[in-house]
């Protein structure tokens, strides 16, 4: 019996030095920006380096279809609640398996934000927000030309200038007291953020 238990000791102990300790929390990259802004380019660029990409609207696309054609316009927040939802859910399991998280999503508002970024530090999570500042002429650039793939790709959502327009009235950018980084077109920038705060 003192043998068992023993055996049972050194099982576990061989078990735990299998497991390294996780030298750092995970992060939790949450992107804040309108459509055309980036966050999916961006948020790519964390996946090559090991984050998981969580992405809504693709998981809209996957459930629903073709915004504006295989459901209303009207129906996207509807819709959107369920799929926000358990994006929430999967978020949370990824981060505190210690996963590294991007979340590709506009959050708009600062509650919105708040909300999302109390989820992760709950997690066990470092978080940050990255701001993409986008002009409007650059948008309307952008997205004028992703239009005409919007029957396939789900993150080329089709949007008129007037819908972009009116989304502006509509978001609220991170202000000083709301920590974020600013993200000024280059990567590294965001890179280096993570790894001081890693």
């Given at each position: 019996m003192a043998d068992g238990i023993r055996g049972s000791r050194v099982s576990g102990a061989d078990?735990?030095?299998?497991?390294?300790?996780?030298?750092?929390?995970?992060f939790c990259v949450f992107m804040v920006g309108l459509p055309g802004s980036g966050k999916t380019t961006l948020s790519r660029v964390l996946t090559d380096r090991g984050f998981v990409r969580l992405c809504p609207d693709e998981e809209m696309f996957r459930r629903h279809?073709?915004?504006?054609?295989?459901?209303?316009?009207?129906?996207?927040?509807?819709?959107?609640r369920p799929v926000l939802e358990d994006t929430?859910?999967?978020?949370?399991?990824?981060?505190?398996?210690?996963h590294?998280?991007?979340?590709?999503h506009g959050f708009w508002t600062p509650e919105d934000r708040a909300k999302w970024r109390s989820l992760a530090i709950e997690a066990g999570a470092t978080s940050l927000?990255?701001?993409?500042?986008v002009s409007h002429d650059e948008l309307w650039e952008r997205v004028s030309k992703r239009n005409e793939f919007h029957?396939?790709?789900?993150?080329?959502?089709?949007?008129?200038?007037?819908?972009?327009?009116?989304?502006?009235?509509?978001?609220?950018?991170p202000e000083a007291e709301?920590?974020?980084?600013?993200?000024?077109?280059?990567?590294?920038?965001?890179?280096?953020?993570?790894?001081?705060l890693g």
């Open positions: 078990q735990v030095q299998k497991t390294p300790a996780p030298s750092r929390r995970p279809g073709v915004y504006g054609v295989d459901f209303p316009r009207g129906l996207f927040p509807t819709l959107e929430a859910v999967e978020l949370r399991a990824h981060l505190k398996a210690g590294d998280v991007v979340v590709d927000l990255v701001y993409l500042a029957a396939n790709d789900p993150n080329a959502i089709y949007f008129s200038e007037s819908d972009l327009q009116r989304y502006r009235t509509r978001f609220f950018p709301e920590s974020h980084v600013l993200y000024d077109g280059n990567p590294a920038t965001v890179l280096g953020t993570l790894e001081g």
